[in-house]
């Protein structure tokens, strides 16, 4: 069993940047692929970025390569999406997810986080 909890949510201005993070518990989890995905108010929900177990492949988005960049940290249990560059259009509520077999896809993962709040302002 995962436990998944992130933070790092808040409101920022237009080209601003936020670090959010997702801290898991149980034993298995450096062994998961671990996803971001957010959703705005009235959209499905949208993968965003991903990092294998290792961390040694990453994967994004085209709306948001070379504004965010995903890490973790496995002696911390932690996985990191460093967002730069944020625009209204980023905002959502954002989470993270454990174990999916394909890491764009968030009906395979088996484990979700509650989320955390990105709010971009112009």
């Known amino acids: 069993q995962v436990q998944l909890v992130e933070s790092g949510g808040g409101s920022v201005q237009t080209g601003g940047s936020l670090r959010l993070s997702c801290a898991a518990s149980?034993?298995?989890?450096?062994?998961?692929?671990v996803g971001w995905f957010r959703q705005a108010p009235g959209k499905e929900r949208e993968f965003v970025a991903a990092?294998?177990?290792?961390?040694?492949?990453?994967y994004y988005a085209d709306s948001v390569k070379g504004r965010f960049a995903i890490s973790r940290d496995n002696a911390k249990k932690t996985v990191y999406l460093q967002m730069n560059s944020l625009k209204p259009e980023d905002t959502a509520v954002y989470s993270c997810?454990?174990?999916?077999?394909?890491?764009?896809?968030?009906?395979?993962?088996?484990?979700w986080g509650q989320g955390t709040q990105v709010t971009v302002s112009s």
């Open positions: 997810a454990a174990g999916g077999t394909n890491v764009s896809k968030g009906n395979t993962y088996n484990y």
């Open positions: 149980g034993r298995t989890f450096n062994n998961y692929a």
């Open positions: 990092i294998n177990w290792s961390g040694g492949l990453t």
